[in-house]
């Protein structure tokens, strides 16, 4: 039987009501919303040793041991790398000249890291850090960088990545930030945080709803949902002036906001009749186009990352489907067709694979189909899920699920071998957007 459009509006409303943020808790310093249990990994885990940095006396012990920590958690939460404990090696080396590699083979270490931190006039730190190949015993890679020291971790994270990278091949995304909805109480709050949960800053605060969060692809400003009219109503929020402005406050609801990969151009939902339709936007909010016409419900537009197509979740074909049309609204093509049930579509970064949330007869689960060969793989092994989201080198993907009856969040890797399970300790988190890669 056909769902009535009350019904389907409101199975997509509680879809995109109940999502989660990305905290992941380190084990110094400030405490994050979330601590992360890996469940699984890689099959292959390349093994590094990370020296902990010499630093100057002035900073405390947990500075002290900042950059080290903070390297080797990003790594261990790929589920690619096995970081090994170094303290028990007599010897620490400093500089490439005292690095003694039959030691670390002995400790079975493929990879080095050994760095410095030192102080420059003017309240500024200098990081050193070297990537050693133990093995071949030679530098993979070696860098400097000139930072204020609040920088600190932030540079740990971009250390991270370039190890990542050198060592898999992939781009690292350690750097990035992530968007999130905080509910404490009746509050909600839309926060930015690192990508590890840490340094949150509240960007908007409101007693009704904040939905939806959507990073433009600069990375400079962030479209959402907010009910503080008592209507959901599109806003793009500056993240450099703190300024805002209203998007799309049309007649009926205006939701689903998601940005074109050049920025120019926003898809939204409307309800301009009876029913969810997408539409285009001019990223000014001029240019309104309507882009789907049917007498079904259309949702969930996004982007295809060359721009030319957008992907959406409608119930035309009389259950919750992927559909696909080009940028101009023309040639809708149905996507997904195993199964009854498929939405929240979320494109990868490079558009070779789609993921979404399919229905099985167990529950509401992660999967990822293979837009060239149409082949669909269940990537999660949790029942109550929602709103996959892809970070920014497809590696991973974030999505919300329910555990013990609340919302929390877990993480998948594309290939389903690496998994994770985040638990929260305080308020509840909601609607998770992974920002881009930042230069």
């Not at 902990?52 to 920590?69: M, Y």
């Not at 990073?215 to 503080?228: H, L, M, R």
């Not at 259309?298 to 119930?315: M, R």
């Not at 837009?371 to 029942?383: E, I, M, P, R």
Request: with cysteine.
């Amino acid at each position: 039987m056909r769902p009535t459009n009350s019904t389907m509006s409101k199975i997509l409303d509680r879809l995109r009501l109940f999502f989660g943020a990305l905290m992941l808790c380190l084990p110094f310093g400030s405490q994050a919303a979330l601590t992360i249990e890996i469940v699984g990994g890689a099959a292959q885990q390349i093994p590094i040793a990370i020296v902990p940095f010499t630093q100057p006396s002035g900073l405390s012990i947990k500075e002290q041991d900042a950059v080290a920590n903070v390297i080797g958690a990003d790594l261990r939460r790929s589920g690619l790398f096995r970081v090994l404990e170094t303290r028990g090696v007599a010897n620490q080396p400093k500089d490439i000249s005292e690095v003694r590699y039959p030691e670390w083979a002995a400790l079975q270490a493929q990879a080095l890291t050994i760095g410095s931190i030192e102080t420059l006039p003017n309240n500024r730190l200098k990081v050193t850090f070297r990537l050693l190949d133990v093995l071949k015993q030679t530098q993979l890679v070696g860098m400097e960088y000139n930072i204020a020291p609040n920088q600190l971790r932030m540079t740990a994270h971009k250390i991270a990545d370039v190890i990542y990278e050198k060592l898999t091949g992939e781009q690292g995304v350690f750097a990035t930030r992530v968007t999130y909805v905080s509910k404490i109480g009746n509050r909600y709050t839309l926060q930015v945080a690192d990508v590890d949960g840490f340094n949150p800053q509240t960007i908007v605060s409101s007693a009704e709803p904040i939905i939806s969060p959507k990073w433009s692809p600069d990375g400079t400003k962030i479209a959402y949902v907010s009910f503080e009219k008592k209507k959901p109503i599109v806003y793009v929020q500056s993240l450099v002036s703190g300024q805002r402005y209203v998007l799309a406050n049309f007649k009926g609801n205006n939701s689903a906001p998601a940005w074109s990969p050049d920025g120019k151009k926003l898809a939204i939902v409307l309800t301009h009749g009876a029913n969810s339709q997408v539409y285009s936007i001019n990223a000014d909010g001029t240019g309104l186009k309507q882009l789907t016409r049917s007498s079904a419900i259309d949702t969930e537009p996004v982007w295809s990352p060359d721009g030319q197509h957008i992907y959406f979740t409608s119930d035309r074909g009389g259950s919750p489907q992927v559909y696909r049309i080009s940028a101009s609204g023309d040639n809708p093509q149905r996507v997904t067709f195993e199964g009854s049930y498929n939405v929240c579509p979320r494109i990868s970064p490079d558009g070779k694979s789609l993921a979404f949330i399919r229905r099985n007869g167990d529950g509401m689960r992660v999967a990822i189909q293979d837009l060239a060969t149409n082949q669909v793989q269940v990537l999660s092994d949790t029942t109550m899920d929602e709103s996959p989201s892809f970070a920014p080198n497809g590696r991973m993907l974030l999505y919300a699920t329910k555990m013990n009856g609340k919302g929390t969040l877990a993480a998948v890797s594309a290939d389903g071998r690496v998994k994770q399970r985040l638990s929260e300790s305080g308020g509840d988190v909601r609607e998770p957007a992974w920002g881009p890669l930042m230069n």
